[in-house]
């Protein structure tokens, strides 16, 4: 069984015949903003991590959550000048959390799972850049059963009640 954060992996797996079937989509994901809790940059739109002084820390555009970012300034006509491109979202938020940096934009899954570390400023730009998520068994899986059980489990209503409640959206 394959689970992606994006389309384009799946597309990958899928054009090289890997995968039995078709991908099914099981959840969404967009981004917002993380701030230490105390919001001293005093960041409250995408466009104030823009300003001037700012320490913002996106994921490097080759990861979902760095496409999606590119995504959004492109939608927004807004350039961001970031002190650091990380390689994972949990970097990002790492740097946020340990005070390098004013804002970072992450997950809403992750602005949730870092409970009070860090302080979520909504993104309503983040609506052009919605990552999701596709699940698909894999062709060669010694446990077809058992990658269909489980990707039934994920795909009904209590694997999506799971996934809504950790943040994610529906597909």
């Keep these: 069984m394959f689970a992606s954060a994006d389309t384009k992996n799946m597309a990958k797996l899928s ?7 078709s991908p099914r989509d099981f959840a969404t994901n967009v981004l917002t903003i993380a701030v230490p809790p105390a919001n001293p940059a005093s960041i409250g739109s995408f466009a104030d991590l823009a300003k001037p002084g700012v320490k913002v820390v996106i994921c490097a555009s080759q990861v979902p959550c760095g496409a999606a970012a590119q995504t959004v300034q492109k939608a927004s006509g807004i350039t961001l000048q970031p002190v ?3 390689s994972s ?9 340990s005070g390098e940096a004013d804002a970072g934009l992450v997950y809403v899954t992750d602005v949730k799972t870092a409970g009070d570390k860090v302080r979520g400023i909504p993104l309503p730009e983040s609506a052009r850049a919605v990552n999701t998520y596709p699940i698909a068994a894999v062709r060669t899986s010694r446990n077809k059963d058992l990658s269909a059980a489980f990707i039934a ?3 009904g209503s209590e694997g999506r009640k ?7 959206g529906a597909p």
């Design 153 to 155: 489990a994920v795909t």
């Design 15 to 21: 054009g090289a015949s890997l995968i039995e079937g």
């Design 162 to 168: 799971v996934l809504l409640d950790a943040g994610f």
């Design 89 to 97: 979202v949990t970097d990002v938020l790492g740097k946020v959390t």
């Design 84 to 86: 650091s491109e990380e």
